[in-house]
């Protein structure tokens, strides 16, 4: 839905792939947050 937010747990490995599918489907507003153990955990996006 438009002006909706996502967020999706990754492995640490998978935030440059997952913020690329994000962006191509139209989300902006990338972001990745990382855990207590400094490791790319979360991506979030606003379509």
């Known amino acids: 839905m ?3 937010w996502i967020a999706l747990e990754i492995g640490e490995d998978q935030a440059l792939d997952v913020t690329g599918l994000l962006k191509d489907a139209g989300f902006s507003s990338l972001t990745v947050k990382k ?3 400094d490791r790319d955990r979360v991506v979030t996006g606003r379509l």
């Open 2 to 4: 438009p002006g909706g």
């Open 35 to 37: 855990d207590y153990c």
